[in-house]
């Protein structure tokens, strides 16, 4: 899953200040406070968020839930079916308080979201919890299911 309108957003509000920023300085294009490391520093982050964050593949099948991040794959991680203790969707709700699109670490949980709405929650075997989305999460269970008893 790919979010688009979340990646223009996030370039139009990481880039908007900096080409303010430009656009004030008194120097020439290349000078220290000219407006070329302001945009430079702006495609830096750009290209980065492109490449790590943006989407999320996810793969579901007898040997459990892999997810890779991004077009260069990065962060993944594989969750093998026999550590996986309960598979559940959940609805993703957009809160103030709780930014979850992304790829998001804590210690007893971890993200790989790019939208809200429905998701797919992992239970591990050791209670940390791992929220990906997935275009249908319900057949994933269903995959995970059938792997599981096979």
């Not at 223009?8 to 303010?20: I, Q």
């Not at 919890?129 to 995959?143: E, M, N, R």
């Amino acid at each position: 899953m790919t979010n688009w309108p979340l990646a223009v957003a996030v370039h139009a509000a990481l880039l908007a200040p900096l080409l303010l920023l430009g656009s004030l300085s008194h120097g020439s294009w290349l000078d220290p406070a000219g407006p070329a490391i302001p945009l430079l520093v702006g495609a830096m982050v750009a290209l980065i968020t492109m490449l790590t964050g943006l989407s999320v593949k996810t793969a579901a099948g007898p040997n459990g839930v892999s997810v890779q991040c991004g077009a260069v794959g990065w962060p993944r991680r594989t969750y093998r079916l026999e550590e996986i203790e309960r598979a559940e969707v959940i609805d993703l709700a957009p809160s103030p308080w709780r930014m979850s699109l992304g790829f998001w670490w804590t210690p007893r949980h971890t993200y790989f979201t790019v939208r809200t709405g429905p998701a797919l929650r992992l239970t591990m075997r050791t209670g940390r919890s791992v929220t990906i989305t997935v275009p249908d999460p319900h057949a994933a269970i269903t995959i995970l299911r059938e792997a599981n008893s096979a």
